[in-house]
């Protein structure tokens, strides 16, 4: 596909994916049903009773009945929406609280060296996948890893979408290098707008193998301390959403990082030629 209509296909994916807030209810419960012809979820929440409304493509491709999530029931237009769903189970959100308490106190404690520099292991996180799973890093570990920020909203051709676009070419390159053992992972910056859902449907945009791509998001406190340990700048901006410094890495399988370019513009030879010589069998 090309890489243009590739672009538009990606925007048009995250206006569908979202829907028109009205007056919002919060709510929570166990899906009871999932009707993809209708686009709808039912939501059961137990004494509180049940709310259905139609949901977005990207959470309909993940929850299914039996999962706990939590929401906003939105009205407008004669329909009920529902919106902003994030997976609730109790025990995952206490093994994400716990994990990211540790990134919080070692941010903190490393104070104005919180940088991570090559050299130096990746921070330790746990947040929500574009699945709707919990993925720690413990998970990556033995794989070499290419990491990114983004944001699903970025509207500037030439940051997130162009970055995006970038790692998927590599991912679709270190494929046909025979390179099995890489993960891709863009971290949001968007941290209350990009659920699992929303990160779902960007990533089915760009037509993302998801195999070996991961989107994470979920936690704000836990994302603002992974951009200051891996050197983002992001500020509310009226203009672009979030303003913001862009930085792209490579993280070796023992977890170290190997290699990491500021902006925009990397090379998608280099990172390749990088990857072949980490993956490359020891003699």
Excluded at 208 to 213: A, K, L, R, S, V
Aim: proline fraction near 5%; charged fraction near 20%.
């Amino acid at each position: 596909m090309r890489p243009l209509k590739r672009l538009f296909q990606a925007a048009a994916a995250i206006l569908l994916a979202s829907t028109p807030l009205g007056g919002a209810v919060p709510f929570e419960g166990t899906v009871a049903a999932v009707d993809r012809d209708a686009g709808t979820l039912t939501i059961d929440g137990g004494g509180s009773g049940s709310v259905s409304g139609k949901a977005g493509n990207g959470d309909l491709a993940i929850y299914g009945t039996g999962d706990r999530i939590r929401g906003r029931l939105e009205k407008g237009g004669g329909q009920q929406y529902l919106e902003n769903l994030w997976p609730a189970d109790a025990m995952q959100q206490r093994v994400m609280l716990s994990v990211n308490q540790r990134l919080r106190r070692d941010t903190a404690q490393r104070g104005t060296k919180a940088f991570r520099s090559v050299g130096e292991r990746l921070p330790e996180f746990a947040l929500w996948d574009q699945h709707g799973k919990l993925v720690q890093v413990t998970q990556l570990a033995g794989h070499t890893l290419v990491i990114n920020f983004i944001f699903t909203r970025c509207t500037n051709p030439v940051m997130c979408p162009a970055s995006t676009l970038r790692m998927s070419q590599l991912q679709d390159a270190a494929r046909d290098a025979g390179l099995s053992n890489v993960r891709f992972v863009s971290f949001t910056l968007d941290a209350e707008y990009d659920t699992p859902g929303i990160l779902n449907a960007y990533a089915a945009s760009y037509e993302i193998e998801p195999d070996t791509f991961l989107f994470l998001g979920g936690d704000k406190q836990a994302l603002a301390d992974l951009k200051e340990q891996l050197g983002i700048l992001a500020q509310d901006d009226p203009r672009f959403i979030i303003n913001h410094t862009m930085r792209t890495l490579i993280v070796a399988p023992g977890g170290r990082i190997h290699y990491q370019v500021p902006g925009s513009g990397w090379d998608m030879s280099d990172f390749l030629d990088r990857i072949q010589k980490l993956e490359a069998p020891a003699e």
